[in-house]
């Protein structure tokens, strides 16, 4: 079993930047994937990015290229998300997400997850 607890989220403005962080706890050893999703009201949860378990390879969301990025220390069992040019529309709850047994990138769909962790709220003023 796996657990996994984001923070880092708040109230930025736009264009303002914010860095989210996800600590894996549990059986941290296994190899995984590690993925961000985020779920607006209303909207259904959509991929953000992924990468994989060595941290050498990664993968985004069109609407996100460029202004976010996906890291990971697995020193520190932790992943991380550093968002720049934050625009309205990245208002969502994010969360990260773990792909056991999974060396390369995790999948764009939430429904092949096998850990989430709760989220953290991202809201971007005009």
């Known amino acids: 079993q796996v657990s996994l607890v984001e923070s880092g989220g708040g109230l930025v403005q736009a264009g303002g930047s914010l860095r989210l962080s996800c600590v894996a706890s549990?059986?941290?050893?296994?190899?995984?994937?590690m993925g961000w999703f985020r779920q607006a009201p209303g909207s259904e949860r959509e991929f953000v990015a992924t990468?994989?378990?060595?941290?050498?390879?990664?993968y985004y969301a069109d609407s996100v290229k460029g202004r976010f990025t996906i890291s990971r220390d697995n020193a520190k069992n932790t992943v991380y998300l550093q968002m720049n040019s934050l625009k309205p529309e990245d208002t969502a709850v994010y969360y990260c997400?773990?792909?056991?047994?999974?060396?390369?990138?995790?999948?764009?769909?939430?429904?092949?997850?096998?850990?989430w962790g709760r989220g953290t709220q991202v809201t971007v003023s005009s």
């Open positions: 549990g059986r941290t050893s296994s190899r995984k994937a």
């Open positions: 990468i994989n378990w060595t941290g050498g390879a990664t």
């Open positions: 997400a773990a792909d056991r047994g999974n060396a390369g990138l995790g999948p764009t769909s939430y429904g092949e997850y096998d850990y």
